[in-house]
């Protein structure tokens, strides 16, 4: 059964970069069978898609809203993926969540991590 | 790319059934049979509930079932237990550069 863990720091100055990880445990990272996503969610409010990525053909898929601030990419050496997002401001703040989904399922997360709490302050 | 809609909140007595309804376009819902809803409790991660509009993952009760007529999806909780009391979302594959959209998110009170 895939598990997932995000980590990072829980607190980022304005304009600053953003970087999360997510380890990977009963899965490969690069194997074809599925797609690695992040999600976040302001608290108190509801959910919103960053994007995702599927290692077979290397393509990652974004938010048109984050796009110009956002990679994901991978780490094989130690199967997991990460988010990086540049110049944050306060409206990053949210509980960031990472999510994997067989190809066929065709939903933005089947298996999620706990997720991770981060705060863009001075 | 606009989040798709859903009713702010439902209630409803133990026992009874709710349907909460999700409102998309023909950029996502109405051309995709890519809908998935998830049920989140207060401070956890949320847990997938249905995907491609009807299937339901193992473990999944068959209490929750989904639905999709044109550009509207649904999920249906048949005989409301009170650890159905959470916030529930829906989520679309779009075709606006192979993204996926959430819903508005709908609180449900037993």
């Known amino acids: 059964q895939v598990q997932l863990q995000e980590s990072g720091p829980g607190l980022v100055k304005p304009s600053q970069t953003l970087s999360l990880t997510c380890s990977v445990s009963g899965a490969s990272i690069t194997s074809g069978d599925y797609y690695w996503f992040w999600i976040r969610q302001p608290p108190g409010k509801g959910l919103e898609w960053i994007g995702y990525l599927y290692y077979q053909n290397g393509d990652t898929y974004y938010s048109p809203s984050l796009r110009s601030r956002l990679t994901i990419s991978t780490d094989t050496s130690t199967n997991a993926f990460s988010l990086t997002l540049t110049s944050v401001t306060a409206s990053d703040t949210a509980f960031y969540f990472c999510a994997c989904s067989p190809t066929h399922f065709g939903t933005p997360g089947a298996t999620w991590g706990p997720g991770t709490l981060v705060a863009v302050s001075s | 790319q606009s989040d798709l809609s859903q009713p702010a909140s439902v209630s409803a007595s133990p026992g009874q059934s709710i349907t909460i309804s999700c409102t998309g376009s023909?950029?996502?819902?109405?051309?995709?049979?890519?809908v998935s809803w998830y049920q989140q409790h207060s401070g956890k991660a949320p847990r997938l509930i249905i995907y491609t509009v009807s299937k339901r993952p193992s473990g999944v009760s068959s209490r929750f079932s989904g639905a999709k007529s044109g550009n509207t999806a649904s999920l249906t909780i048949s005989g409301l237990q009170a650890d159905d009391e959470a916030d529930y979302y829906c989520a679309s594959y779009s075709a606006a550069g192979s993204t996926y959209v959430f819903g508005t998110g709908t609180t449900v009170t037993v």
């Open positions: 023909s950029n996502d819902v109405g051309i995709f049979n890519l």
